[in-house]
């Protein structure tokens, strides 16, 4: 009862203040995700995500080292590939000697103890821009799932540590499992996009790869039949309890901000790490908001982060990693 209980004792120095925090950011909990195009000496700014960059292979070393000497230990690798490589099949992204599978070899040559994750879906392989295979205009579930159980055991044969399903077919988690345990990759984990919805927020992501769904009669527009409704919280939910079930060792909620409320209830209902993707979208609001001198970047960042570490994430996808460490320190 006041003036007994006066809040504002605890809040009165920094000092103080840091006594009693409950939630504290530190380079452990993050995941840096890396795009990555053919060619040399590319290191190519994405127009609609200032200060992110693709690099092609030779390039990537010196990022892989910076990234290490900055304590981040994780990074997810997304690969752009060129459109004479698409088709609705994903024949590329099985080849062992493929981008995807080479960039993982460079990052474990450059620095072997880097947790390797890499993405496994179809859409950037796809002439269609989708994470599935097409027939008759549909998404096809279940042999979607054999193609991504086999690329999941390419990057596991290249040296991948976990891999991450980013597609929302139902049961791909326990194809890839299965088959990871059959080749006898049992140490490779799977991090599940075990939550993650048909957001408007991926846009930059998909100009950083040139992923987005084509525009064709007869070919669905946007990702709404396997990517979840926006509007449902409990369906997050059974999602991921389904992904655990099926295998997965790491669940995740995508996007992070507007999704906080997902974040919590997972958090409270599951027994393995939670991780959330702060996306492209968000990155690219901050960048730009920042720019026009209306918000403060650096403090804002903070803030995002804060916010999603204490909503119940374990671990964080995002573009900001780099420059929060670097605040950090
Ligand atoms: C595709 C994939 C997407 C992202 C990660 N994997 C886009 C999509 O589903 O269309 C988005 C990441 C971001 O926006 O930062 N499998």
Known sequence: MYPLRRNRRLRTTEAMRSLVRETIVSPNDFIVPIF?????????EIASMPNYYRFSLDMIKPEIIELWSLGLKSVLLFVKVP??????????????????????KMVKDTCPEMIVMTDVALDPYSKYGHDGMIANG????????DFLAKMGLSHAQAGADIVAPSDMMDGRILAMRTLLEKEGFHNTGIMSYSAKYASSFYGPFRDALDSAPV????????????????????????????????????VMVKPGLCYLDIVRDIREVVDVPVAVYQVSGEYA????????GWLDHDAVMMEQILSIKR???TMIASYFAKDVVKLLS
Not at 83 to 104: C, P, S, T, V, Y
């Open 311 to 313: 909503a119940g994430a």
């Open 83 to 104: 459109d004479h490589l698409k088709d609705n099949q994903g024949k590329e992204a099985l080849q062992a000697n493929g981008l995807m599978q080479r960039a993982i």
């Open 138 to 145: 549909e998404i096809v579930n279940d042999l979607t799932n």
């Open 285 to 292: 609001m901050l960048k730009a908001a920042a720019e026009k």
């Open 36 to 44: 990555i195009v053919e060619g040399k000496g590319i290191k190519e």
């Open 215 to 250: 525009d064709l009669q007869n070919i669905p527009k946007d990702k709404k039949t396997y990517q979840m409704d926006p509007a449902n919280r409990i369906e997050a939910v059974k999602e991921t309890l389904m992904d655990i079930d099926e295998g997965a060792d790491i």
